[in-house]
């Protein structure tokens, strides 16, 4: 089976920088596609970043040009660099994993379905 153990996040400044990390252990190579979702409160889980096993990425529009999704495959580690972090980005963040032939636009917009593996989150808060 596959875990997704999550480090990074706190609490950062508006316009600060951020890394997220998600360690994969378990069938790393029988993944086909890695993501972040977030949750804030009050609101639906939303995928964040999404990369396939080709190497595509898909991300939200509201982080487009300030979040970076990347994976070290050697590592076995997803990661989500996150800069000029706005307040509105405070949320519970969650990588996660597809086992299904799934492409990264597919597992941004349907990670419920998409998604067969999740970490336990972590917390990022933005304070201005």
């Known amino acids: 089976q596959v875990q997704l153990v999550q480090s990074g996040g706190g609490s950062v400044q508006t316009r600060g920088p951020l890394r997220l990390s998600c360690a994969v252990s378990g069938y790393f190579y029988s993944l086909y596609c890695l993501g972040w979702l977030r949750k804030a409160p009050g609101k639906e889980r939303d995928g964040v970043a999404a990369i396939d096993n080709i190497d595509s990425t898909s991300y939200a529009d509201s982080v487009k040009g300030r979040f970076t999704i990347s994976r070290d495959d050697a590592k076995k580690t997803l990661y989500l660099q996150m800069n000029s972090l706005k307040p509105e980005d405070t949320a519970m963040y969650y990588c996660?994993?597809?086992?299904?032939?799934?492409?990264?636009?597919?597992?941004?917009?349907?990670?419920?379905?998409?998604?067969?593996?999740w970490g336990k989150g972590t917390l990022v808060t933005v304070f201005s």
């Open positions: 996660a994993a597809s086992s299904k032939s799934t492409t990264a636009s597919q597992a941004l917009v349907w990670p419920g379905v998409a998604m067969d593996y």
